[in-house]
C-alpha cells in the first residue's frame, strides 16, 4: 500500500522558516534533503550559513537530546541555534569543516573513530546519561529485529500533523521477502544472541545513531565534527560502527582476529577497526581485552536497532531506497550467522542443509565448501557442495567437484548423474549425453539419467533444426516447468542459445493458457470500442486496418505481471543484462479483412554509417503474447530469422517462417530482426500484446510519437512489486523530469 507523508509537511517547512527566523537573519533559503525521516534548509545569512532540521513528530524529543549533546561537546557538535520541540524544528550553525563522504580515505575515517572513541570515553562520566537519553538496550534487540519482520503492515495515511504509523518490514521488502528473513534468521538468531549477550562486558555511553561518512565533517584544525544526532541514545560503545563498513561482519572478523592476537591484513578497515579499539581503551573507557570481547555483540546489536529504525519511517519518496539498504544489512546479518556457523563445526552442517532446504543455495555452497576444506576425505560432503554449487548457478566449480567425487566413489550413480544435470545447464550437450550414459552403465533402468539423456538429445535435435534453412528456434516448457512456471537452468540457457543465434525464438505454453484467456477477456472489455477502422487519436497505425496502442497497466489486470514473470525475466535479463527496462508495452490489433503489413525492422540502424548495429549484442527485443491462437487464416507474424546480423536488403533474400501460436505461446524477437504481419482473413480481431525490454540507455524515437510507451500512474508504480517496478521505474523518472517545475509543485502539493 501506498503511504506518502512527505507532503504533509510541507506547509510546516514554511512555519518553520519563519521560526528560524527569529534566531538566525535569512536572506535565503533551500531546501537540500527531503526523506521521510527528515527534511534539512540551507539557510544563509549575514551571519553565515545554518541549516534547519524538520523531524517527524514522534522523533521531536531527540531534538532536545541533540542540544543537550551539543551543549557538552562543543568541539565535536555543530552549535544549536535554537530548538523548537512542539514541531521538530532544529536550527544548527554550520560545522565550517570539510564533509566527508562515502569515499573518505582511510586516514579520515580512522580520525573519525578516534574522536567519536574519545567522546564516548567522556560520555561514560555523564551522570543523569541514562535519564536523559533513551536506552538503547542491547539483548532487547534480537526481538525487536524478528517482531519488525514479522509484522503485518496495515496503514492508514494520516492527518497532516499527526504521527506516521509505524510499518514493518513488508512495507519495504513486500511479504515475501519479509517473511524470508524471519525464516533464516529466526533458526540462526541463537548465535547472534549469544554474540549479542557479550557486549554486557562494556559500560553504557552516547551512541550517535547513524554514525557514516556523510554524518560527519573535519575542520581545517583537525578537530572531527558529528552531524545529524536524530536517533542518539544509550548504550555500549560499538553500537553504531556498523555504519562505516555497512554491516557487523567484517569488524566481527577483524576484532576476532585482534583477540587471538594474528595480525590484521593491510586494509583501511583494519586500521580503522584498530584505531577505535586502542582509542577507547587509552581514553579508559574499557580494557582491551573487555572491548575484543564486547565490541563485536554491540556492532551486531545496534545493526538490528538499525534495521527496526526504519519501521518509523514510512514514506513513498524513500522507500526504494529503504528496500536496498535493509536487503544489504539483513544479508550482512546473515553473513555473520554464517561466519559464526563456521566457528562450530556441528553448526555448519546443519545451516548448510536448512540453507539447501530453503533454496537459498549460495549461502549452502559456501558453508559446503567449508566443510569439504575441513574434511576433505568425505565424499558426501563434496557431492553436496557439487549439488549446492550447481544450484547456485556456479556450473564451473559444480561440475569439477562432481567429477572428482565420481572418480572417488566410482559406484555411486549420483555423481556422474549430477555431472550430467550440471552440463546441460552449461549447454555442453555431448558432454551431458557421455555422462548420463555413464550413470546409466552403472543403473540402467536409472530414471534421472534416462531423463537427463533424453533432455540433451532433444535440445540437440531443436538446436539442429534451428540451424536448418527450413527450421526454426522453437522450444516447449516442460509440464514442471509449466507447474512451476519457471525455466529450468538447462532450458534458459538452450533459449538464450537459440535466441542469440538466430534473433527470434518460439516458446511453447510459456504462460498458463487460462491466463491468457482471462487477459483476453479484459482486454476485449477495456477495449472493444478499438476494434474497428477508422480515426484513433491515441494510436499508430501500422498498416492497413492495424494500429497499436498502449495498455494501461493499472486497467487490464494482469497485463503488467507478465513482464515480471519468473518464466521470462530470467531469460530476458540474460540476454540484455540484470539493469534492463521494460520499454514499451502495447497491443497490436489486427482486424478482419486486413491486409499483410509491410516487411520491416523495428528500428533503424544505430549506427547507420558503419556496420557495428549488426554485430552488436541485442539492445531490445520484443515478446508477443498472442491473446487469440495465432492461424494461418487469422494471421501470424512472418519472420525472417537471423536478420538481426545482417542490412533489410539482404534480409529480404533469406527464409521467412510463419509461426503458428497456441494460447499461452509466446514469440520472442529481436528489434533488428526482419518481419511482417500477415493478414487476417477471419472475422475476428486479433490481438497481440506486446512487451518490449531494452537496455537502460536505450530510447524508442521512432515508434512512439502518436502515445506513449508506457501507461500507468505513479501510485501503481510505488506499490507494484520490486521486479516489475525496477522494469518501470525509468518511465515515471523521466516523465516527472520533463514536467514543468510548476506542474511538480502542484504534483507534490497534490500528493
Request: overall charge negative.
Amino acid at each position: 500500500m501506498q503511504l506518502n507523508t512527505e507532503a504533509l509537511g510541507a506547509q510546516a517547512d514554511k512555519a518553520a522558516v519563519a521560526w528560524a527566523q527569529g534566531c538566525f537573519a535569512i536572506s535565503d533559503a533551500e531546501c537540500i534533503g527531503q526523506s521521510p525521516w527528515a527534511r534539512t534548509h540551507r539557510l544563509v545569512g549575514p551571519a553565515g550559513v545554518a541549516y534547519l532540521k524538520v523531524v517527524p513528530l514522534h522523533q521531536k524529543r531527540q531534538l532536545q537530546r541533540t542540544a543537550l549533546v551539543a551543549n557538552r561537546f562543543p568541539e565535536h557538535v555543530p552549535q544549536v541555534l535554537g530548538v523548537e520541540g512542539e514541531h521538530g524544528w532544529l536550527l544548527s550553525r554550520t560545522h565550517g569543516g570539510r564533509d566527508l563522504g562515502y569515499d573518505a580515505s582511510g586516514e579520515d575515517l580512522e580520525a573519525v573513530v578516534v574522536a567519536y572513541a574519545r567522546l564516548q570515553a567522556r560520555a561514560v562520566a555523564w551522570s543523569d546519561l541514562r535519564v536523559q537519553f533513551r536506552l538503547a538496550h542491547a539483548p532487547t534487540q534480537p526481538a525487536a529485529l524478528l517482531a519488525f519482520l514479522a509484522k503485518k503492515t496495515e496503514l492508514v495515511v494520516p492527518e497532516a500533523g499527526s504521527k506516521a504509523p509505524a510499518v514493518g518490514a513488508d512495507y519495504f521488502l513486500g511479504p515475501e521477502a519479509a517473511q524470508r528473513y524471519h525464516r533464516l534468521l529466526q533458526r540462526r538468531m541463537a548465535l547472534l544472541t549469544a554474540q549479542i549477550a557479550q557486549s554486557a562486558a562494556l559500560p553504557d555511553t552516547l551512541a550517535h545513531g547513524d554514525l557514516r561518512p556523510p554524518n560527519v565533517a573535519l575542520q581545517d584544525n583537525g578537530q572531527c565534527v558529528l552531524m545529524d544526532w536524530d536517533d542518539v541514545s544509550v548504550g555500549p560503545a560499538g553500537l553504531c560502527l556498523h555504519g562505516l563498513f555497512e554491516g557487523g561482519t567484517l569488524p566481527a572478523i577483524l576484532l576476532s582476529r585482534l583477540a587471538s592476537g594474528q595480525a590484521l591484513p593491510d586494509s583501511d578497515q583494519a586500521r580503522v577497526i584498530g584505531a577505535y579499539v586502542e582509542a577507547l581503551a587509552e581514553a579508559g573507557y574499557a580494557s582491551r581485552p573487555a572491548l575484543l570481547r564486547g565490541l563485536p555483540g554491540a556492532v551486531c546489536a545496534g545493526q538490528m536497532r538499525f534495521i527496526v529504525t526504519f519501521g518509523h519511517f514510512p514514506g513513498e519518496s524513500g522507500r526504494s531506497g529503504s528496500a536496498d539498504t535493509l536487503r544489504s544489512r539483513l544479508s550482512d546479518l546473515l553473513d555473520l550467522c554464517d561466519w559464526l556457523a563456521t566457528r562450530q563445526p556441528e553448526t555448519t552442517l546443519e545451516f548448510a542443509r536448512d540453507y539447501a532446504e530453503q533454496g537459498e543455495f549460495e549461502r549452502a555452497q559456501r558453508l559446503y565448501q567449508d566443510l569439504v576444506a575441513r574434511h576433505p576425505e568425505r565424499v558426501d560432503l563434496l557431492g553436496a557442495y557439487a549439488t549446492a554449487s550447481r544450484a547456485a548457478g556456479d556450473l564451473p566449480v559444480a561440475e569439477e567437484a562432481f567429477a572428482e567425487a565420481a572418480e572417488r566413489e566410482p559406484s555411486c550413480v549420483d555423481w556422474p548423474l549430477g555431472l550430467a544435470r550440471t552440463r546441460l545447464d552449461a549447454g555442453n550437450l555431448s558432454g551431458a549425453e557421455r555422462a548420463a550414459r555413464q550413470a546409466l552403465r552403472l543403473v540402467p533402468d536409472h530414471e534421472g539419467a534416462r531423463a537427463a539423456l533424453a533432455r540433451a538429445r532433444g535440445f540437440t535435435a531443436a538446436r539442429r533444426e534451428a540451424g536448418r534453412a527450413e527450421g526454426f528456434p522453437r522450444l516447449a516448457l516442460t509440464e514442471g516447468e509449466q507447474a512451476r512456471q519457471r525455466l529450468d537452468a538447462d532450458t534458459l540457457t538452450m533459449a538464450e542459445a537459440l535466441f542469440r543465434a538466430h534473433g527470434v525464438l518460439q516458446l511453447d505454453h510459456l504462460f498458463p493458457a487460462e491466463r491468457i484467456l482471462a487477459l483476453q477477456q479484459t482486454f476485449t472489455r477495456l477495449y472493444a470500442d478499438q476494434f474497428h477502422a477508422g480515426d484513433h487519436p491515441d494510436a499508430l497505425q501500422l498498416g492497413h486496418k492495424r494500429y497499436m496502442f498502449t495498455v494501461d497497466l493499472e486497467q487490464v489486470d494482469g497485463a503488467a505481471a507478465l513482464a515480471a514473470a519468473e518464466q521470462l525475466l530470467p531469460l530476458v535479463q540474460n540476454l540484455l543484462g540484470e539493469d534492463c527496462v521494460l520499454g514499451a508495452y502495447t497491443s497490436a490489433i489486427s482486424l478482419p479483412g486486413s491486409r499483410d503489413q509491410r516487411l520491416h525492422k523495428d528500428h533503424p540502424p544505430l549506427f547507420p554509417e558503419t556496420q557495428w548495429h549488426h554485430t552488436l549484442p541485442t539492445f531490445a527485443l520484443q515478446l508477443m503474447v498472442p491473446l487469440v491462437p495465432l492461424t494461418e487464416r487469422n494471421g501470424t507474424t512472418r519472420v525472417y530469422k537471423g536478420t538481426h546480423r545482417v542490412p533489410s536488403d539482404e534480409a529480404e533474400e533469406r527464409p521467412s517462417h510463419d509461426p503458428l501460436l497456441s494460447l499461452g505461446s509466446a514469440l520472442l524477437l529481436d528489434y533488428r530482426c526482419l518481419h511482417r504481419g500477415l493478414a487476417n482473413q477471419s472475422d475476428a480481431v486479433r490481438p497481440i500484446l506486446t512487451l518490449v525490454f531494452n537496455k537502460p540507455w536505450f530510447r524508442d524515437t521512432r515508434n512512439y510519437g502518436q502515445q506513449p510507451p508506457l501507461r500507468f500512474t505513479p501510485a501503481y508504480l510505488g506499490a507494484a512489486p520490486r521486479p516489475l517496478r525496477k522494469l518501470l521505474q525509468w518511465w515515471e523518472d523521466e516523465r516527472r523530469i520533463a514536467a514543468p517545475a510548476s506542474a511538480r509543485q502542484t504534483d507534490a502539493e497534490r500528493a
